[in-house]
């Protein structure tokens, strides 16, 4: 079984970046999707990006243009860049794994799920 590993939260002024990531083990391979998902208090989890083994990219509409995610496939890493942060992008960040599509992800399904890491965006 896939095991995901998130690192790179924190604490961050509007406006500022962070950049998550997300190591894999345990059974991954680089044709695996991977994908980012987010949940604030009393919220819902939501999809925030996901990537394909080979490349293609997908965003939710409130994070395209600020977010870039990525996968080196040299160390089964994972990342999110995330640029212009907002106070309403304060939430639990959340890395998942899909052997087979990245379009699946959008609608939250992932075979494996990290632990979860706090992003705070605040003045």
């Known amino acids: 079984q896939v095991q995901l590993t998130e690192s790179g939260g924190g604490w961050v002024q509007p406006g500022g970046s962070l950049r998550l990531s997300c190591a894999a083990s345990?059974?991954?391979?680089?044709?695996?999707?991977m994908g980012w998902f987010r949940q604030a208090p009393g919220q819902e989890r939501e999809f925030v990006a996901a990537?394909?083994?080979?490349?293609?990219?997908y965003y939710s509409e409130f994070v395209k243009g600020r977010f870039t995610i990525s996968k080196d496939n040299t160390k089964n890493t994972a990342h999110l860049q995330m640029n212009s942060l907002k106070p309403d992008d304060t939430a639990v960040y959340y890395c998942?794994?899909?052997?087979?599509?990245?379009?699946?992800?959008?609608?939250?399904?992932?075979?494996?799920w990290g632990q979860g890491i706090l992003v705070t965006v605040s003045s």
């Open positions: 998942a794994a899909k052997g087979g599509s990245a379009l699946v992800m959008r609608r939250g399904v992932a075979d494996a």
């Open positions: 345990g059974g991954f391979f680089s044709d695996y999707a």
């Open positions: 990537i394909g083994g080979g490349g293609v990219t």
